[in-house]
């Protein structure tokens, strides 16, 4: 692992934490314990958990372990920061408590160590993904939140199956083409927001892009999703950004 004085953040995202993949929770440990203590924050950009039925399922093991970490992080001086994903949209203020975090809008523009930087998850630049651009509207409502954290567990539980089996279905009929990040849709965000680093994660495709985008020369930092075999976090510091694992520096232009 790299290791520096100057001040440094961490940022991750689609770890998919579930009890099925206990090798994800003991990496996502591992990571709390050994690399980011001195960190001056972290950013946990979505997708943390495979599900979140509701902060009323705090009191799972998997959750208040996790939630426990982030807090002893959080009391040796890291700030902690989390964005929603397209699988836990429902986490909520209880949660942040919780793990001492502080929820994120998306996007939100941050000062990363001197360089204007927007976070996002990523699914909203999906656009030529139209059902599922669709479905993202509908569950980011309000109104339908409520109505969904209104129901039983077991109702919620079975809802979230039905949901996700339609989704894999509707997968097997889309190209990654569709799936991916759509470039009209980047050069619109990087605009409004005046042509900043831009890092999210979503796609599971770790790479740097550079955006030539009317005279700017934008970067694109993709953030990897966690498996049980590899892992993977962005390391910036006022000079510049870095992919990383437990064994060191990555170079996903050679390896993704």
Known sequence: MTSSSQPFSLLISDLHLSRTEPALVEHLYRFLDQVAPGAHALYVLGDLFEVWLGDDTL????????????????????????????????????????????????????DLHGTSTLLMHGD????????????????????????FLSRSLAERIAMAKDARAQSQAAQRDKTDEIMDINADAVATVLRSQGYPRLIHGHTHRPMLHQTALDGHLCERWVLPDWRPDRTGWLRCTAQSCQYEDFAGPIDFARTA
């Open 59 to 110: 009191a799972d093991p998997l959750h208040t372990g996790v939630c426990n970490a982030f807090a002893r992080l959080a009391d040796s001086g890291t700030r902690l920061y989390f964005m929603h994903g397209n699988r836990d949209f429902l986490i909520g203020q209880s949660f942040a408590a919780s793990c001492a975090m502080t929820l994120l809008d998306d996007p939100t523009l941050v």
């Open 124 to 147: 909203s630049l999906c656009t030529d993904d139209t059902g599922y651009m669709a479905f993202r509207q509908q569950v980011r409502n309000p109104l339908w939140q409520q109505h």
